[in-house]
């Protein structure tokens, strides 16, 4: 007898881990520098794959990037403040370029692909009109953005966005020597431990440092307490 294949979808456990159901390929993701300014993923070491999982949130789990129970022993605190606002309720900068308008909510994750050899995604947007490359440079430093913080919208007003298979990337970010938030991509439900869910997004980073202020997404605080997941000092042992 088959097994009914399940839609991708994330829940969140009270004060506890995510629970990522539907056959969703996990990646370990690089943030690597690429010249002065730019940066880019590199794929990191495999990770297990499996139909269902569940992801450290506390960022204390002796097995990551898998919950091992920590949370219960630390007693982690983990309840979610984040607004579940609709992104366009919650922008709060908009920048008109000469084809394009840069939409920005402030949920930065300290990923830094908003910078690009030629300039800032604030500042590309009002010059793409000059060049196609500066046009493409901006499309990069708001699309390449996991948080989801930058959108581009084009003339017509239609939102500019990566065609992204539902994935779930665990960022690394050995510039800065910290481990990064999850990466979220292709529109995955985010159900809240309420039960409530989240509006689905194309991109959106989770905190795993279980340091956020803005719970459950991430806001850089990995980058401010140094956070370590470990996972590269594991390797590739095999998993529970």
């Not at 990995?222 to 529970?240: A, I, P, S, V, Y």
């Amino acid at each position: 007898m088959s097994k009914e294949k399940k839609d991708p979808q994330i829940r969140i456990v009270k004060d506890g881990p995510y629970i990522v159901t539907g056959n969703v390929p996990l990646y370990e993701k690089i943030i690597t520098p690429q010249g002065d300014k730019s940066y880019v993923y590199e794929d990191g070491q495999e990770l297990p794959q499996s139909e269902t999982y569940t992801l450290c949130r506390c960022g204390q789990s002796k097995n990551p990037p898998f919950c091992d129970g920590q949370h219960a022993k630390t007693a982690f605190y983990g309840t979610e403040v984040a607004s579940k606002d609709n992104y366009l309720d919650r922008v709060k900068q908009r920048i008109l370029g000469p084809d394009m308008e840069l939409y920005d909510d402030g949920r930065c994750a300290y990923a830094r692909f908003c910078h690009r050899e030629a300039g800032d995604a604030w500042e590309l947007v009002e010059m793409t009109d000059e060049c196609e490359d500066l046009k493409e440079e901006a499309i990069k430093a708001a699309c390449q953005c996991p948080s989801g913080r930058l959108v581009l919208t084009d003339d017509e007003g239609n939102e500019i966005e990566p065609a992204y298979e539902p994935a779930v990337e665990i960022l690394q970010d050995p510039e800065k020597d910290v481990s990064g938030p999850i990466a979220v991509k292709g529109y995955i439900p985010l159900l809240s431990a309420d039960g409530d869910s989240y509006e689905l997004r194309n991109r959106i980073a989770l905190c795993r440092c279980g340091q956020s202020k803005n719970m459950p997404f991430c806001d850089g605080q990995h980058f401010r307490k140094g956070f370590k997941d470990g996972l590269n000092e594991t390797g590739k042992k095999d998993r529970d």
